[in-house]
């Protein structure tokens, strides 16, 4: 039996909600929210999406952990430290409302981990933990054709225990 690889299964490109890096948080959000669906009491969905620039070409990948940190900014903005002061608190409303975070400041960029379309799953797991990722792009020929995530990669890992 032959041993599965990357572009075996990873998610094709096409199946994934794609965003300009200078999207706002807020339409990132919107963007990713609208691509979950929920059955029964389960949502499902990608928990990325890819980034480009203004010339269409893959830059980065924006991850519901990096929307997550982004959110950060509520944290402070609900601090009970700065809400105390009248101050603090007009500030952080200006804050909140003038925000122009934008994708390409909390996004993934590509250069950090990628793996090879015929990289084998083990090499795939193997890259996922090293780099502290639960989805990576899958390049073939250096061109992005879809993206891998840790569900693909569990999967197929009971071929990997079979006697």
């Known amino acids: 039996m032959r041993r599965k690889n990357a572009e075996d299964i990873m998610v094709p490109i096409d199946d994934y909600q794609k965003i300009y890096e200078d999207t706002t948080i807020y339409e990132a959000i919107k963007i990713l929210q609208a691509s979950f669906h929920k059955d029964g009491k389960a949502w499902h969905g990608h928990r990325s ?19 997550l940190k982004a959110a950060g900014l509520n944290e402070l903005i609900e601090n009970i430290n700065v809400k105390g002061d009248s101050w603090g608190w007009y500030y952080m409303n200006q804050l909140k409302e003038e925000s122009r975070m934008r994708v390409r400041d909390v996004m993934r960029p590509l250069g950090i981990a990628t793996v090879d379309a015929g990289d084998d799953v083990y090499a795939v797991a193997n890259s996922l933990l090293r780099h502290q990722v639960n989805s990576l792009p899958v390049l073939k020929n250096g061109k992005l054709i879809g993206l891998v995530r840790t569900l693909d990669v569990f999967t197929v890992i009971e071929d990997y225990f079979k006697i």
């Open 49 to 67: 999406v890819i980034v480009l620039n203004i010339q269409g070409e893959l830059v980065g990948i924006l991850t519901l952990r990096g929307l």
